[in-house]
């Protein structure tokens, strides 16, 4: 869901405002290469206990675990930590725009509902693939 108004104001409002199921579009980040064709998605949400790999900013090119997604389309990865002048460590929020899924959550087996969407987004994926075919040629016999 895209907020409609051009103030920002207005815009943070209804990005805090989104139900669960209107959110997790938003927070849908890209899936690596390997992963993209292994299972033909561009695309996915993200889910805590993801493996990502940071392609922007000061953690570039690095790979870690996420812990935390927020309400403001942030990530908190459980090897990305700064150290504080006190001693303690706290783990900086990164855009989920900068990240890359690059394994899905540790579990035995993918969760039921985001095996469907994979397998709803290769179908169509597919469909397209057909739809983009060359059109054949019309031999020169036929005019």
């Not at 390997?34 to 090119?61: H, Q």
């Amino acid at each position: 869901m895209k907020a409609k108004s051009k103030q920002p104001k207005k815009q943070r409002k209804a990005l805090f405002t989104h139900k669960n199921h209107q959110r997790s579009k938003l927070l849908s980040t890209r899936v690596a290469d390997f992963l993209r064709d292994e299972y033909g998605i561009r695309t996915l949400p993200l889910r805590v206990g993801d493996g990502v790999k940071v392609v922007k900013g000061e953690f570039k090119n690095f790979e870690g675990e996420v812990m935390e997604i927020t309400k403001n389309q942030r990530a908190k990865i459980k090897e990305a930590t700064f150290d504080k002048a006190d001693g303690t460590q706290f783990h900086p929020a990164i855009h989920i725009s900068n990240l890359v899924i690059a394994k899905f959550a540790k579990e035995k087996k993918m969760d039921p509902w985001r095996a469907s969407m994979i397998d709803r987004k290769y179908v169509f994926g597919l469909r397209e693939e057909e739809l983009r075919a060359p059109k054949k040629q019309k031999e020169e016999g036929e005019k």
